[in-house]
Nanobody
Framework: QVQLVESGGGLVQAGGSLRLSCAGS????????MGWFRQAPGKEREFVAA????????NYADSVKGRFTITRDKAKNTVYLQMNSLKPEDTAVYYC???????????????WGQGTQVTVSS
């Protein structure tokens, strides 16, 4: 069993930055690939970024490539999403998830956090 807790969300102006954290627990956490997803009101949950269990490989949605960076600190059992040059369309609830690969489909992830709200004002 893996437990995930996100933090770091908030309100920021367009062009600003935020760093989200996802703290994981459970004996097998470090063996999972990790992903970040987001869901805006009335929209489907969409893939944002993923990182392999080793931290070597990453995958990004085109909409965030060059602005967001996913990393993981295995010693701290924590995954981060650094978000720069934020836009109003980045406003959503952001979720971290644990899965078996760098997949973009949310149904392929096994464990989910509760989510953290990110609001970008124009």
């Amino acid at each position: 069993q893996v437990q995930l807790v996100e933090s770091g969300g908030g309100l920021v102006q367009a062009g600003g930055s935020l760093r989200l954290s996802c703290a994981g627990s459970g004996r097998t956490f470090s063996s999972y690939a990790m992903g970040w997803f987001r869901q805006a009101p009335g929209k489907e949950r969409e893939f944002v970024a993923a990182i392999s269990w080793s931290g070597v490989s990453t995958n990004y949605a085109d909409s965030v490539k060059g602005r967001f960076t996913i990393t993981r600190d295995k010693a701290k059992n924590t995954v981060y999403l650094q978000m720069n040059s934020l836009k109003p369309e980045d406003t959503a609830v952001y979720y971290c998830a644990a899965g078996s690969g760098l997949n973009r489909g949310y149904r392929t992830y096994d464990y989910w956090g509760q989510g953290t709200q990110v609001t970008v004002s124009s």
